[in-house]
């Protein structure tokens, strides 16, 4: 008979604090949008700030973890960066192409079709290993029946096409970015470093896309700082570094379904903030694509490794 403390109640534990650190991470994406807005500048400068002050805080934290242990532990053969900097790449231009189709569609569809990612790893990852549970596929079906639901009636403008367009090459990247960070982290990449080594990635490309388009990438007032800073607070590591976590313990494709609950979070959000509406069809997509990920996790918790 095992004890409190035994073997079963450990991976009850482990699933718990995953379920947890999800949700943490839901929220926390989940005000990526309002925040871009509400900032007053470029989706450059907001996609900039966000990956080069999260970076830096990281560097920073990494820095002084080092010291205080006296050591110079993680992994220091060149090559291992190969991966996480290519994943960065693909980060600084999906935040590029998204915020991009925030100033063009609503808040609503633009992450609606953003969060199509989850589906693009689940046949990366199915095509490259070849096990995928029923459960899964079950859930991630549903949740792209949700986006096709919540973004069929406001496809009948320029705007409203070139605004998706956007965010589905968003979609894309993003698909690239957790993929590789799955690589990276399987293979054992401190999250530190891997999470150092694709911001400051990010940041370089979107500084060389400034310098080559000649756009500033300096906010324009103070109110503008407050928002990028808050971008790289909230969402940056709140959001996307749990989820950098999160990929070391769960596949690509269960981590990014957390992201098929930003478009309820981020409407409600706008709603309240920004005086958005949105169509009863589009909310209606949305609550299905909730429940496609709950069907997602559910059926992935075996995967799932103790804390």
Known sequence: MGGVGGPASAGK???LADVALMIIAWVSISSASVLVILSGTTALVCAFWRVFVSSV????????EGVAKRSGSGTTNPSTYLWPAVAGVLLGLHFLTWMESLFLIPVALSTT???MYPLINAL???????????AEILGLATAFAGVVIATRPQLGSEAGVQGVSLAFVGSLCAAGYFYLGRVSRKAGMPLTNYTIAAYTSASITLLAYALITKSSILPATTTSWTYVFLLAMIPMLGGHTLMNYLLKRMKSYVV???ALGEPPGATLLATLILGQRVQAETLEGMALALVGIAVTVYGSMKDSKPI
């Open 113 to 115: 079709v953003v969060v």
């Open 124 to 134: 990366l990852e199915g095509i490259a290993h070849k096990n995928i549970r029923s």
């Open 57 to 64: 805080l990281i560097l920073s934290y990494k820095i002084f």
């Open 13 to 15: 534990r482990a699933s």
């Open 256 to 258: 990014t379904s957390i």
